[in-house]
């Protein structure tokens, strides 16, 4: 518990500051809506239309006239980008950054084993994920009051499930990747999840790539499909939760016999 | 029961041999100075007892335990001071203190508290703000405020003034004489001749000699130091003949009435006699090291 308490009092800032940036976005985004929609249907009708490109952004099988396909395109990039930087960044400095900072000899030399530290750890990033994922619901709840939408809570649950399923498949690679580094290396973190955001894209391109969808996290966060079927897709989740098995798995085994530097 | 007891340890670090077939025992009790060079291999023997870093081969013992095995029931009993001492940022020394007395699940709130105003550490300060000095001293707090069985203190005295250096053997030798074992290491020689009751000497990752402080200083012989004269007086046995400018400096190992009869009548203007500090003991043990190596290597 202790070490748990001290994460989360180590992290506060930067959760602060990340929550604050994507929840105003978020806001910004959905609070503009009223004024986009009135010139949408052009818009709409010419972003269905630009072939490849709204089908990489999931365009074409959104209508980006109704406020679901707004939102869904909207979030897709705010929550979706900024999330999983966040968790990228939660996820792989969180053990490197104590070998960074040479604060793990300070920290490995107490009577905790390093199972405990890196399950206290975990459950740091976990919570800080859940923290941010409540912000951006609560302002999203707040903004569609103010412009006075009416929404079907179950596909917003369900999006907003995804971003929180994509975050922590994210932290949890990261956080594997993590246990071999030496020294946290922020930009592996950010990299990685910036490729991942753009195999998503390059998945929805071709048919032939659409494999893809399967090794990248975003794959079962595109708005159009979960519009579309009212339901995650329960292939891409499962390789994604076993991904993050995977990656939870390998910290551990990996950092519990590291030589610490 | 042993303190401490390392068994043929070896830790290459990919090709590079850390320490090699290291064999070390220390009392409980004990006041014990492991002295070598920069990267002699004693920062790595210590990371090993404290589970940091795995041993290639060979065993380490604290308390009759293996160190991979019992890890945490090891660590709570041991107080370590690490040579660079690093902590949060952003944090306070108070909190920095709190922060390692909760992760033993202890309250030395009381014991943190007499150990700054010994060590006139500022508690509220941060610990980024801090100078070398008060960081180690920080360090020195989280290693000695859960009153630990055993202290094991890499460097301890580096970046503290001569003042805090001996009120911090004062402590130590407080904790020492209520039973505790203290374990440092160290390239000063002289603090470890002044306190510590056994050394251990350590090079190129492997230990050349350990015995008692007292034994490795008493070689029976002095080091006469004399001025105004050019050679050595005839005396036997005579080592380590150093010429100065005006004078001439020698280990002597024979009776002290016959050196007397052969200074007489020698134009002395100056004499010293007095023990041959460890320090050139070290050096004797070193230039040893150094040729026996040789030999093995030809």
């Given at each position: 518990m202790?070490?748990?308490?001290?994460?989360l009092r180590?992290g506060?800032t930067?959760?602060?500051i990340w929550?604050?940036?994507i929840?105003?976005?978020?806001g910004?985004?959905?609070?503009i809506?009223?004024?986009?929609?009135s010139?949408?249907?052009?818009?709409?009708?010419?972003f269905?239309?630009?072939?490849?490109?709204?089908?990489?952004?999931?365009?074409?099988?959104?209508?980006?006239?109704?406020f679901?396909?707004y939102?869904?395109?909207?979030?897709?990039?705010?929550l979706?980008?900024g999330?999983?930087?966040?968790?990228?960044l939660?996820?792989?400095?969180t053990?490197?950054?104590?070998?960074?900072e040479?604060?793990?000899?300070?920290l490995?030399?107490?009577p905790v084993s390093?199972?405990r530290i890196?399950a206290?750890?975990?459950?740091?990033?976990?919570?800080?994920?859940?923290?941010?994922?409540?912000?951006?619901?609560?302002i999203?709840?707040?903004?569609?009051?103010?412009?006075?939408?009416?929404?079907?809570?179950?596909?917003?649950?369900?999006?907003?499930?995804a971003y929180?399923?994509?975050?922590?498949?994210?932290?949890?690679i990261?956080?594997?990747?993590?246990?071999?580094l030496?020294?946290?290396?922020?930009?592996?973190?950010l990299?990685?999840?910036?490729?991942?955001?753009?195999?998503?894209?390059?998945?929805?391109?071709?048919d032939q790539?659409?494999?893809?969808?399967?090794?990248?996290?975003?794959?079962?966060?595109?708005?159009a499909?979960?519009?579309?079927?009212q339901?995650?897709?329960?292939?891409?989740?499962?390789?994604?939760?076993?991904l993050?098995?995977l990656g939870?798995?390998?910290?551990f085994?990996?950092?519990?016999?590291?030589?610490?530097a | 029961?042993?303190?401490?007891?390392?068994n043929?340890?070896?830790?290459?670090?990919?090709?590079?041999c850390?320490?090699a077939?290291?064999?070390?025992t220390?009392?409980e009790?004990?006041?014990?100075?492991?002295i070598?060079?920069?990267g002699?291999?004693k920062s790595?023997?210590i990371?090993?007892?404290?589970g940091?870093?795995?041993?290639?081969s060979?065993?380490?013992q604290i308390?009759g335990?293996?160190?991979?095995?019992?890890?945490?029931?090891?660590?709570?009993?041991?107080?370590y001071l690490?040579?660079?001492?690093?902590?949060?940022n952003?944090?306070?020394?108070?909190?920095?203190?709190?922060?390692?007395?909760?992760?033993?699940?202890?309250?030395?709130?009381q014991?943190?508290k007499?150990l700054?105003?010994?060590?006139?550490?500022?508690?509220?300060?941060?610990?980024?703000?801090?100078?070398?000095?008060?960081?180690?001293?920080?360090?020195?707090v989280?290693?000695?405020?859960h009153?630990?069985?055993l202290?094991?203190l890499?460097?301890?005295?580096?970046?503290?003034?001569?003042?805090?250096q001996?009120?911090f053997y004062?402590?130590?030798?407080?904790?020492?004489?209520?039973?505790?074992?203290?374990?440092?290491s160290?390239?000063i020689?002289?603090?470890?001749?002044?306190?510590?009751?056994h050394a251990?000497?350590?090079?190129?990752?492997?230990?050349?000699?350990c015995d008692?402080?007292?034994?490795?200083?008493h070689?029976?012989?002095?080091r006469?130091t004399?001025?105004?004269?050019?050679g050595?007086?005839?005396l036997?046995?005579?080592?380590d003949?150093k010429?100065?400018q005006d004078?001439?400096?020698?280990?002597?190992?024979?009776?002290p009435d016959?050196?007397?009869?052969a200074?007489?009548?020698l134009?002395?203007?100056?004499?010293t006699i007095?023990?041959?500090?460890l320090?050139e003991?070290?050096?004797?043990?070193?230039?040893?090291g150094e040729?026996?190596?040789?030999?093995v290597?030809?």
């Amino acid at each position: 518990m202790t070490l748990f308490l001290h994460e989360l009092r180590r992290g506060r800032t930067a959760l602060l500051i990340w929550t604050a940036a994507i929840s105003f976005m978020l806001g910004v985004c959905l609070l503009i809506y009223p004024q986009m929609s009135s010139q949408m249907g052009e818009i709409s009708a010419m972003f269905a239309d630009m072939g490849s490109f709204s089908a990489a952004f999931g365009m074409d099988q959104i209508n980006f006239g109704e406020f679901l396909g707004y939102f869904g395109v909207e979030c897709g990039n705010v929550l979706g980008m900024g999330g999983a930087f966040f968790a990228a960044l939660l996820g792989i400095s969180t053990l490197a950054k104590e070998e960074k900072e040479h604060t793990a000899e300070f920290l490995l030399t107490h009577p905790v084993s390093r199972t405990r530290i890196m399950a206290e750890k975990l459950a740091a990033v976990v919570v800080q994920i859940v923290l941010f994922n409540a912000a951006a619901i609560g302002i999203t709840a707040l903004a569609v009051l103010a412009i006075g939408e009416t929404v079907r809570v179950q596909t917003f649950a369900l999006i907003f499930l995804a971003y929180f399923l994509m975050q922590l498949e994210v932290a949890s690679i990261t956080f594997g990747l993590s246990a071999y580094l030496r020294r946290g290396s922020l930009g592996i973190g950010l990299g990685l999840a910036a490729m991942f955001y753009f195999l998503n894209i390059v998945a929805n391109l071709m048919d032939q790539t659409a494999f893809l969808k399967y090794i990248t996290p975003f794959g079962y966060t595109d708005a159009a499909d979960i519009i579309g079927n009212q339901a995650l897709n329960g292939a891409y989740v499962a390789v994604g939760m076993g991904l993050s098995l995977l990656g939870i798995g390998l910290a551990f085994w990996h950092y519990g016999k590291k030589d610490i530097a | 029961m042993e303190a401490i007891q390392t068994n043929h340890l070896t830790k290459y670090y990919g090709k590079t041999c850390g320490i090699a077939d290291m064999s070390l025992t220390v009392g409980e009790g004990d006041f014990f100075g492991f002295i070598g060079p920069n990267g002699a291999g004693k920062s790595t023997t210590i990371r090993i007892l404290l589970g940091l870093i795995t041993a290639s081969s060979g065993t380490a013992q604290i308390f009759g335990k293996d160190v991979g095995k019992h890890k945490r029931e090891i660590l709570s009993q041991v107080g370590y001071l690490p040579s660079e001492t690093m902590f949060y940022n952003g944090m306070r020394v108070k909190d920095v203190l709190r922060l390692s007395a909760d992760l033993r699940k202890m309250d030395c709130t009381q014991e943190a508290k007499k150990l700054c105003d010994r060590l006139e550490l500022d508690d509220s300060r941060k610990v980024e703000e801090l100078s070398l000095g008060n960081r180690k001293k920080v360090g020195i707090v989280c290693a000695m405020q859960h009153r630990p069985k055993l202290y094991i203190l890499d460097e301890p005295t580096s970046g503290l003034d001569p003042l805090m250096q001996r009120e911090f053997y004062a402590l130590l030798q407080e904790r020492n004489q209520a039973g505790a074992t203290v374990f440092l290491s160290s390239h000063i020689l002289s603090e470890v001749q002044r306190y510590c009751k056994h050394a251990a000497v350590i090079r190129k990752g492997r230990i050349l000699i350990c015995d008692s402080v007292e034994n490795l200083g008493h070689t029976g012989a002095k080091r006469v130091t004399l001025r105004g004269v050019e050679g050595v007086p005839g005396l036997e046995p005579v080592r380590d003949v150093k010429r100065t400018q005006d004078g001439i400096s020698f280990l002597y190992g024979g009776k002290p009435d016959r050196l007397l009869q052969a200074l007489s009548g020698l134009p002395v203007t100056d004499i010293t006699i007095g023990e041959p500090d460890l320090e050139e003991i070290f050096l004797h043990y070193y230039a040893k090291g150094e040729s026996e190596n040789d030999s093995v290597s030809t």
